[in-house]
């Protein structure tokens, strides 16, 4: 079929949003633009764009709030909501739908966690730092996932299912320790209004309410409640996702055995009217497709189809050119790394990371509590486990929460760049090299 000029002008961004890497490409661009930036003349520019005062009001009623803050509060908001709908649709239908499915990638996601705390806790338990132990337990899933893509056709597609489990229960993790070692304080006034917004989201959700409109305002009145309340807002956007319906209104049989009569009244129509243009019965019979498919799908699946690229190409790359922005003297990098908390964060994902993930993966499969994927090995594990060191966006993120308006955001902040760098070029190269040939000895040896 002959293209049109539009379309042609437009399959090259269609290709390249549907590419696993873009998403990564474009964060990795936006963190690179915000370092270039902060180490120019310009820098001043940079810094002040971010402490920019905006001011929602509504009559009597005013949020103000920096720029940075508005990032980090509100779209970050939206990108934990999207988290969580995949890990509600995961734990639905996905790879954490069974404990066989999920022992795996959920040990050895406690690996990855609990290691890289460790070992940050070691090297900073006697400085002020010490609250930062959650930063390097953090994956980021898009440049992760980036990575593997890089790797080539090669990769198994149960290694690329095992990152993505294993990087989905490394989320839950995240929003767990924010929501229980970083808050602050509580106002237990607007606790309560946030439980009065989200038990009217999950009564509409019993009550069979599929308005995406209706919980998109009952999300917000949550979202501001949980902000004043003293709990991140982030976890808003999470208690918000696992609220929505995940049901269909008609079952797969019944979608198919309708789409099917559908189908062939449109064919019918067809022949009895050979005409360029539809005629009016089958424009009735596409409208009534359209609304099965509309029945057939669910409010969390239409929202991560819709959201997701406004994630990977909006709200990602914002929050990273806000966040990343580091004045870094080349010269002194070096001393950078007797800063307990540059150190600690470096160790922990660059080696706690991997260590963790490979050495509970291993005892998981040797006791028998997890089963090994098919067709991978342990070698593919490791490399895996080198690649979930990038921590990035989450790591940046929990920087924030740990050391705001301190400087110790800055020695975390580069240990989180340094490391990202290290473990995202050692993990391509460590899987290009288990990748490249396909030995015969696979990981059910273990067992």
Same mark, same amino acid.
């Not at 990273?320 to 001393?335: D, I, K, M, R, T």
């Given at each position: 079929?002959?293209?049109?000029?539009? *379309?042609?002008?437009?399959?090259?961004?269609?290709?390249?949003?549907?590419?696993?890497? @873009?998403?990564?490409?474009?964060?990795?661009?936006?963190?690179?633009?915000?370092? /270039?930036?902060?180490?120019?003349?310009?820098?001043?520019?940079?810094? @002040?764009?971010?402490?920019?005062?905006?001011?929602?009001?509504?009559?009597?009623?005013?949020?103000?709030?920096?720029?940075?803050?508005?990032?980090?509060?509100?779209?970050?908001?939206?990108?934990?909501?999207?988290?969580? %709908?995949?890990?509600?649709?995961?734990?639905?239908?996905?790879?954490?739908?069974?404990?066989? #499915?999920?022992?795996?990638?959920?040990?050895?996601?406690?690996?990855?966690?609990?290691? &890289?705390?460790?070992?940050?806790?070691?090297?900073?338990?006697?400085?002020?730092?010490?609250?930062?132990?959650?930063?390097?337990?953090?994956?980021?899933?898009?440049?992760? %996932?980036?990575?593997?893509? =890089?790797?080539?056709k090669r990769v198994p597609s149960s290694l690329k299912v095992f990152l993505a489990?294993?990087?989905?229960?490394?989320?839950?993790?995240?929003?767990?320790?924010?929501?229980?070692?970083?808050?602050?304080?509580?106002?237990?006034?607007?606790?309560?209004?946030?439980?009065?917004?989200?038990?009217?989201?999950?009564?509409?959700?019993?009550?069979?309410?599929? @308005?995406?409109?209706?919980?998109?305002?009952?999300?917000?009145?949550?979202?501001?409640? /949980?902000?004043?309340?003293?709990?991140?807002?982030?976890?808003?956007?999470?208690?918000?996702?696992?609220?929505?319906?995940?049901?269909?209104?008609?079952?797969?049989?019944?979608?198919? %055995?309708?789409?099917? *009569?559908?189908?062939?009244?449109?064919? $019918?129509?067809?022949?009895?009217?050979? #005409?360029?243009?539809?005629?009016?019965? #089958?424009?009735?019979?596409?409208?009534?497709?359209?609304?099965?498919? $509309?029945?057939?799908?669910?409010? /969390?699946?239409?929202?991560?189809?819709?959201?997701?690229?406004?994630?990977?190409?909006?709200?990602?790359?914002?929050?990273?050119?806000?966040?990343?922005?580091?004045?870094? &003297?080349?010269? #002194?990098?070096?001393?950078?790394?007797?800063?307990?908390?540059?150190?600690?964060?470096?160790?922990?994902?660059?080696?706690?990371? &991997?260590?963790?993930?490979?050495?509970?993966?291993?005892?998981?499969?040797?006791?028998?509590?997890?089963?090994?994927?098919?067709?991978?090995?342990?070698?593919?594990?490791?490399? /895996?486990?080198?690649?979930?060191?990038?921590?990035?966006?989450?790591?940046?993120?929990?920087?924030?929460?740990?050391? $705001?308006?301190?400087?110790?955001?800055? $020695?975390a902040k580069l240990g989180v760049l340094m490391a990202s760098v290290i473990a995202?070029?050692?993990? %391509?190269?460590?899987?290009?090299?288990?990748?490249?040939?396909?030995?015969? *000895? =696979?990981? *059910?040896?273990?067992?």
């Amino acid at each position: 079929m002959r293209k049109t000029p539009i *379309e042609r002008v437009l399959r090259p961004f269609q290709e390249f949003a549907e590419r696993e890497a @873009s998403g990564g490409i474009v964060l990795l661009a936006s963190a690179v633009l915000a370092l /270039v930036w902060a180490n120019t003349s310009f820098a001043p520019s940079y810094f @002040s764009l971010w402490e920019t005062e905006l001011r929602l009001t509504v009559g009597s009623w005013k949020l103000q709030k920096s720029l940075l803050h508005f990032i980090n509060d509100g779209l970050m908001a939206m990108f934990f909501f999207i988290i969580g %709908l995949e890990i509600k649709r995961e734990i639905l239908v996905g790879e954490l739908s069974s404990l066989k #499915q999920a022992a795996l990638p959920l040990v050895a996601a406690v690996g990855g966690m609990v290691v &890289p705390a460790l070992l940050y806790f070691a090297f900073a338990r006697n400085t002020p730092g010490v609250s930062g132990w959650g930063i390097p337990m953090a994956t980021d899933i898009a440049f992760a %996932l980036g990575i593997l893509a =890089l790797a080539g056709k090669r990769v198994p597609s149960s290694l690329k299912v095992f990152l993505a489990a294993l990087a989905i229960v490394d989320d839950i993790g995240a929003v767990l320790v924010i929501a229980l070692f970083y808050t602050s304080s509580l106002d237990m006034g607007y606790l309560l209004w946030a439980s009065g917004a989200l038990a009217l989201m999950v009564a509409a959700n019993a009550l069979g309410v599929r @308005s995406i409109l209706i919980y998109t305002v009952l999300g917000l009145f949550l979202w501001y409640f /949980v902000l004043k309340s003293g709990i991140h807002a982030t976890i808003a956007g999470v208690l918000a996702a696992f609220t929505l319906p995940a049901k269909s209104v008609i079952g797969e049989s019944r979608f198919s %055995l309708r789409l099917g *009569e559908l189908m062939d009244d449109f064919s $019918e129509a067809g022949r009895v009217f050979q #005409q360029r243009m539809l005629d009016e019965r #089958q424009e009735s019979i596409i409208s009534a497709i359209e609304r099965q498919c $509309e029945r057939i799908s669910n409010p /969390v699946q239409k929202l991560i189809r819709v959201l997701h690229p406004w994630s990977a190409f909006l709200i990602m790359p914002v929050f990273a050119f806000a966040n990343s922005g580091l004045e870094v &003297p080349l010269g #002194q990098l070096s001393e950078a790394l007797r800063y307990e908390v540059t150190l600690g964060v470096l160790v922990g994902l660059v080696v706690g990371k &991997p260590l963790g993930i490979l050495a509970f993966s291993w005892l998981s499969v040797k006791s028998g509590l997890a089963a090994a994927p098919r067709g991978v090995t342990w070698p593919q594990i490791s490399a /895996v486990g080198l690649i979930a060191g990038i921590g990035f966006t989450m790591s940046l993120f929990i920087t924030s929460l740990a050391f $705001e308006g301190s400087l110790l955001a800055s $020695e975390a902040k580069l240990g989180v760049l340094m490391a990202s760098v290290i473990a995202g070029s050692s993990g %391509l190269i460590a899987l290009r090299l288990a990748t490249r040939r396909h030995p015969a *000895e =696979l990981m *059910e040896a273990a067992n």
